[in-house]
Nanobody
Framework: QVQLVESGGGSAQPGGSLSLSCEVS????????VAWYRQIPGKEREWVAI????????AYPDSTKGRFTISRDAQKNVVYLQMNSLKPEDTAAYYC???????????????????WGQGTQVTVSS
């Protein structure tokens, strides 16, 4: 059974930074693309970063490009999300998971291969 444990969330001021971690257990981590997602209550989950299985390619939607950086440590089975220049609209619960695949521009397709973790809350306010 795959388990995902997200951590590192908290409160930050606009312009600040936070670093999230996602520990993956029960899966051959290196064989999957992994994405970070976020969700606001009442809205659909949206992706904010993806890193492909070889770790060499990353992609971001326009909303996070240039501010967020995804990385992975295959030996530790951990995926990271460095968030800089935070904005109030980044406030959400953040999750990681492996998408079933990705399309053009490495946009993850809908769905997730693993059970969702509990997420970690990020709140950006002054």
């Amino acid at each position: 059974q795959v388990q995902l444990v997200e951590s590192g969330g908290g409160s930050a001021q606009p312009g600040g930074s936070l670093s999230l971690s996602c520990e993956v257990s029960g899966a051959r981590f290196s064989g999957y693309a992994v994405a970070w997602y976020r969700q606001i209550p009442g809205k659909e989950r949206e992706w904010v970063a993806i890193i492909v299985a070889n770790g060499g390619t990353t992609a971001y939607p326009d909303s996070t490009k240039g501010r967020f950086t995804i990385s992975r440590d295959a030996q530790k089975n951990v995926v990271y999300l460095q968030m800089n220049s935070l904005k109030p609209e980044d406030t959400a619960a953040y999750y990681c998971n492996a998408p079933p695949g990705y399309g053009r521009g490495f946009v993850p397709v809908t769905g997730a291969l693993w059970p969702w973790g509990q997420g970690t809350q990020v709140t950006v306010s002054s």
